[in-house]
């Protein structure tokens, strides 16, 4: 893979828990935590000397059996040369299997701010209430440690009125403690709608749940940035998002949350992308799944 795929891949706005330094890029994934850099067949990685083999996790993680490959070639990008060039921009990209509780905690802080800020919002969370998984890096607070915060102590965090957000729905999961897992078996659309109950959480945030935690490859999350990319290559200028969404559900079909990533790659590749800070970290010696391009 790619350098500039495996960049967009871990920092292009699905997950905001990865930051690039000198050899490679190092993130926590739920309890584990990985450096990862690209490789001529794939992508290789490392982890911390003392933690549990990752490798499993790590596979699951970044789709490492290219289920989501097989998946594109449905995507109908033989007659669509706009999703065709996005496609052949970034060979190999995919979309990241985060646990439910991640990509909910990151996307309730993902409201009128860039990808620079919620990382910096989630880093603050996992740092403050997280509990540490092995030197230096800590796994975002569970929803009863979120729960027991005052609204103070979420808004040192960097959240601002988002704090109430998170405590709301904190309060709500900590009381319900499979409510998540009671979207398992419901359709894309059910998912989107129950997650909508939950405060803070209005339909762009869902879809995003939905794709980037529940693994419904066919949520289509829409925001500037896809009303943009789609105005230019579809002329859909004016259209509402909730009509994007379901033109894209419908043109994209099983596969429209990955044609989304294609085209939201393609739109920031426009505008130019802002480089993340280093991370420093201890890691021993360990190769794990390489992903084919």
Not at 141 to 161: D, F, I
Request: aromatic letters at 8%; hydrophobic letters at 40%; one cysteine or more.
């Amino acid at each position: 893979m790619e350098e500039r795929v495996l960049a967009e891949v871990l920092d292009g706005g699905q997950s905001f828990r990865w930051r690039r330094e000198a050899e490679g890029w190092v993130g926590v994934f739920g309890r584990g935590v990985a450096q990862l850099r690209p490789h001529a067949r794939g992508v290789e990685w490392r982890q911390p000397e003392g933690m549990p083999d990752l490798g499993e996790a790590l596979g699951r993680y970044l789709d490492a059996e290219g289920e989501q490959a097989a998946l594109a070639e449905r995507l109908p990008w033989r007659s669509d040369a706009f999703l065709r060039e996005a496609m052949e921009r970034f060979p190999g990209l995919r979309i990241l299997r985060q646990e439910p509780e991640e990509a909910l905690l990151a996307f309730l802080c993902s409201s009128n701010k860039q990808i620079v800020q919620i990382r910096r919002m989630v880093a603050a969370l996992a740092e403050s209430l997280g509990e540490e998984v092995a030197p230096g890096y800590c796994a975002l607070p569970s929803w009863e440690r979120l729960a027991r915060a005052g609204e103070a102590e979420l808004r040192a965090c960097g959240l601002g009125y988002r704090a109430g957000f998170v405590r709301g729905t904190a309060g709500r999961l900590a009381r319900e403690r499979d409510w998540l897992g009671g979207l398992e078996g419901t359709t894309t659309a059910e998912a989107e709608a129950r997650l909508a109950e939950l405060p803070g959480v209005g339909p762009k945030v869902a879809a995003c749940v939905a794709l980037f935690g529940l693994g419904r490859l066919d949520a289509f999350p829409v925001d500037t940035w896809i009303g943009r990319v789609m105005s230019e290559g579809y002329e859909l200028s004016g259209w509402r998002n909730e009509a994007l969404g379901r033109f894209g559900r419908a043109h994209f079909g099983e596969a429209a949350g990955l044609a989304q990533q294609w085209l939201f790659a393609r739109a920031r590749a426009e505008q130019g992308r802002k480089k993340s800070p280093r991370m420093s970290g201890g890691f021993g010696e360990g190769r794990g799944p390489r992903l084919s391009p």
